[in-house]
């Protein structure tokens, strides 16, 4: 698919449930200036592959952010006139700010990316290897509601091959982070390119929207997919092999 310079802000409403390459989403940026914060919400735009945060994102130490989400936590129930006194929710607030800060949002902290360790491997040289059926649990950062899903990843190897599961735990810190699923995609793929040092990397994301499915249009069946195809990934007799393996 090439949206390439034609890309309108009528296109970018298209992407959803589509799929995108690297050079769209690069594009996106000032197009979205013509959208309402809701729209972009609804609809799921994002503005870019980095996740956007402030300089000043790691100041404060983990404990102090987990103070003060409790106490903000607090406020939101309170407003929204629960009993804090009960003994069923007294402790809510600090549970869910661990919660945010060490488990569904702990991808935030550079200082959770996994360490990764490569290994050289001649007899893989230029053979495809492809880790599929990643589940992840992320959140929309629209609605900060679950995305729920599966990731396929692959690379051709450039004689450097990675542990199996270093790609999944990649996977999780990604999606461990409020997200879009465009950008999740092109996060792990971006990720991978780099430490493999190929640009043959594959990533497809196929996930449930809670958001989607749970509230707003309450469409319980749709899945988005998304993808990224660098290299020789772009090839369609490998796409095709890619396929074939994931649909094995
Ligand atoms: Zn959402």
Same mark, same amino acid.
Do not use: H, W
């Given at each position: 698919m090439n949206w390439g310079s034609s890309l309108d802000p009528t296109g970018i409403k298209k992407m959803k449930n589509q799929e995108l390459v690297l050079e769209d989403y690069l594009n996106t940026k000032d197009l979205?200036? $013509?959208?309402s914060h809701d729209e972009i919400g609804d609809d799921h735009l994002?503005?870019?592959?980095?996740?956007?945060?402030?300089? #000043?994102?790691?100041?404060? $130490?983990d404990e102090e952010k987990k103070e003060s989400i409790a106490k903000l936590f607090e406020q939101i129930m309170e407003v929204m006139g629960? #009993?804090?006194?009960d003994d069923s929710l007294k402790g809510t607030p600090t549970r869910v700010a661990k919660m945010y800060i060490e488990?569904?949002?702990?991808?935030?902290?550079?200082?959770?990316k996994p360490k990764v360790a490569l290994f050289e491997n001649k007899y893989q040289y230029n053979q495809m290897l492809v880790e599929k059926d990643i589940t992840f649990y992320s959140n929309c950062e629209h609605h900060f509601v679950p995305i729920i899903g599966k990731a396929h990843v692959a690379y051709i190897s450039s004689g450097k091959v990675i542990g199996l599961s270093k790609l999944n735990r990649i996977v999780q810190y990604y999606a461990?982070?409020?997200?879009v699923q465009e950008r999740l995609t092109n996060q792990i793929a971006l990720e991978l390119q780099s430490i493999l040092d190929t640009e043959d990397v594959a990533v497809i994301i196929d996930a449930k929207h809670l958001c989607v499915s749970s509230r707003?249009?309450?469409?319980?069946?749709s899945a988005t997919v998304t993808s990224f195809y660098g290299g020789k990934f772009q090839i369609p007799e490998k796409v095709q092999e890619l396929y074939n393996y994931i649909n094995n």
């Open positions: 979205l200036t $013509s959208y994002y503005t870019g592959v980095k996740t956007p945060m402030r300089a #000043d994102a790691f100041d404060i $130490s629960l #009993d804090l006194k488990e569904i949002f702990s991808g935030l902290n550079p200082a959770n461990k982070r409020p997200q707003g249009i309450k469409d319980d069946t």
